[in-house]
C-alpha cells in the first residue's frame, strides 16, 4: 500500500472518560467521643501540671531570701501565704499517699515559732550553729500509721565539726485521723552523731604523740555517744497540739500546717537520712 493513499485506522483510545463521572469528595474523618474525651482530659491534665510546677516554682522563689522563715517580713509572709494556697488549690480535698509522703524531706521554710525560735538562738549565741533541718516519714500504707522524726543538724563552732557537728532527732509516732490530717504522739528525744571538731580533737589526742588507750577510747565513746530522754505523752486523749494537717504532696515538695500551736512548713524532697 502506498503511504500517500494510505489510511490511518486508530483502535479504541486507552482510557476513556465519562462525563458523568465526578471524584469523590473526601468526607471529614469523625473521632468517637470516647477518643475525643481522653484526648481532652490528657490535654487538660498535662497543662494542670505544668501550672503547678509553675506555682512550685514561685513558692519557693517566695521563701529564698527568708532564711528559712527568721527574717522574712510581713510583706513576705503574705506573699508566701498568698503562693501557698495557690499550690494547695491543686490538692485540696485528695487523701493522703502514704507511699508520696515516705522519705525525707527537707525544710525550706516555715512560720512556726517553736521552729524559728532555734534560728534566733543560732543568730544570737556565739556557741550555737544550726545546720538543716529535715522530716524523715516511714509510712505503713496498710495501717495508716507510721513514724515521723524531725531532725537537727546543729554544731558548736570550735568544738564540734562545722555545720554537722551533732544530731537532734524528736521521734513520733502518727496515725491518719482523716484524709487529710495525721496526729503526732511525741515518743522520745535522741543526740546522736557527735562529731568533734579538729581543734578539740588535737587537743584529746594530739597528732605530734602517739596517741594512747585512754585516749582512743575517748574519741570512740564521743563518736559513738548517743543519748535518749523519753518524751511524756499529753494528759490529754488527744489534744489539738499533735494535728499536723498535709495541705499539698506530691513527688517533690511537701506544704504542711500545725493546727495547734500555727505555723506553716514548706519542705522539699531529699536524700535519704539514714538514723
Not at 1 to 9: E, F, G, L, N
Not at 145 to 169: K, Q, Y
Not at 221 to 235: E, H, N, W
Amino acid at each position: 500500500m502506498d503511504a500517500a493513499t494510505s489510511t490511518v485506522q486508530f483502535s479504541r483510545p486507552l482510557i476513556s472518560f465519562n462525563p458523568k463521572f465526578s471524584p469523590a469528595v473526601p468526607q471529614r474523618l469523625r473521632i468517637p467521643s470516647r477518643l475525643l474525651t481522653r484526648l481532652s482530659r490528657s490535654s487538660c491534665g498535662q497543662e494542670s501540671e505544668i501550672e503547678v510546677e509553675n506555682r512550685k516554682i514561685e513558692l519557693l522563689r517566695a521563701v529564698t531570701d527568708t532564711n528559712r522563715g527568721l527574717t522574712a517580713t510581713p510583706l513576705q509572709r503574705s506573699a508566701i501565704e498568698e503562693a501557698l494556697v495557690d499550690v494547695e488549690s491543686f490538692d485540696a480535698g485528695e487523701p493522703i499517699q502514704l507511699s508520696l509522703l515516705d522519705g525525707t524531706w527537707r525544710l525550706q521554710y516555715t512560720s512556726a515559732s517553736d521552729v524559728v525560735i532555734l534560728f534566733q538562738s543560732a543568730e544570737t549565741l556565739p556557741f550555737f550553729e544550726v545546720d538543716q533541718i529535715y522530716q524523715k516519714f516511714e509510712c505503713d500504707d496498710q495501717s495508716r500509721e507510721g513514724v515521723v522524726r524531725n531532725i537537727v543538724r546543729w554544731s558548736i563552732p570550735n568544738l564540734l565539726e562545722e555545720h554537722e557537728g551533732a544530731t537532734l532527732i524528736v521521734s513520733a509516732k502518727f496515725s491518719t485521723v482523716s484524709v487529710r490530717n495525721i496526729y503526732l504522739e511525741f515518743q522520745e528525744i535522741t543526740v546522736q552523731n557527735i562529731k568533734i571538731g579538729e581543734e578539740l580533737q588535737a587537743l584529746l589526742a594530739p597528732a605530734i604523740l602517739p596517741r594512747s588507750f585512754l585516749s582512743l577510747q575517748i574519741l570512740q565513746f564521743i563518736r559513738s555517744f548517743k543519748a535518749q530522754f523519753p518524751v511524756r505523752p499529753s494528759s490529754q486523749s488527744r489534744s489539738v497540739g499533735g494535728l499536723y494537717y498535709l495541705s499539698y504532696l506530691d513527688r517533690n515538695m511537701l506544704l504542711g500546717r500545725a493546727v495547734g500551736g500555727g505555723g506553716v512548713f514548706v519542705f522539699t524532697r531529699a536524700q535519704p537520712f539514714i538514723c
